[in-house]
T-cell receptor, first 112, second 115 residues
């Protein structure tokens, strides 16, 4: 089992560029989420999904889009990157309400 | 909205000694879960321990244990017999039992272990 796989691990973007952070899980988990980690702020929820075809906004959704066409994949799109989106991004998944979240290894994104 | 506060930005402990990391939270809910995650320099988020609010007994996992004080909304992590591999950032996190679609994290505590 690979668990939760995020790609890429590192990325540098120029302001205004777009890109997609990939997240895939092979555990058949219904719940998937994207968080960003900033110094002194812990992790904050960007978007989440409770199943294929269902997504919703989290705490800091502006500037990000998501879709969930399959159970396995939950990509995060930055439409027009801004320096404020420089952060470490984590994808997480879990199977139900009373279960722990499994995290990917994170993507360090720098927007210059 | 729920909040989680970790008041210790950094802590240090001597190898083989015991250290306690503090966490307080604010919620009006009675059904929830609390977690401690460890983040080593590799960046991987590793679940250390979890506590269900309805359980009065404090959770333990080997050298890791919690002191869960529901009335005081406190959830501290005790690490016994500290090892060099325990050095990491530790995050306290809350999840609602009713609307559990997100984890609410504290700001984290950096733990340094001295040999």
């Amino acid at each position: 089992n690979a668990g939760v796989t995020q790609t890429p691990k590192f990325q540098v973007l120029k302001t205004g560029q777009s890109m997609t952070l990939q997240c895939a899980q092979d555990m058949n988990h219904e719940y998937m989420s994207w968080y960003r980690q900033d110094p002194g702020m812990g992790l904050r929820l960007i978007h989440y999904s409770v199943g294929a075809g269902i997504t919703d906004q989290g705490e800091v959704p502006n500037g990000y889009n998501v879709s969930r066409s399959t159970t396995e994949d939950f990509p995060l799109r930055l439409l027009s990157a801004a320096p404020s989106q420089t952060s470490v991004y984590f994808c997480a998944s879990r199977t139900g309400m009373n279960t722990e979240a499994f995290f990917g290894q994170g993507t360090r994104l720098t927007v210059v | 909205a729920q909040t989680v506060t970790q008041s210790q930005p950094e802590m240090s402990v001597q190898e083989a000694e015991t250290v306690t990391l503090s966490c307080t939270y604010d919620t009006s809910e009675s059904d929830y879960y609390l977690f401690w995650y460890k983040q080593p320099p590799s960046r991987q988020m590793i679940l250390v321990i979890r506590q269900e609010a309805y359980k009065q007994q404090n959770a333990t996992e080997n050298r890791f244990s919690v002191n869960f004080q529901k009335a005081a909304k406190s959830f501290s992590l005790k690490i016994s017999d500290s090892q060099l591999g325990d050095a990491a950032m530790y995050f306290c996190a809350y999840r609602s039992g009713l609307r559990g679609n997100k984890l609410v994290f504290g700001a984290g505590t950096i733990l340094r272990v001295k040999s």
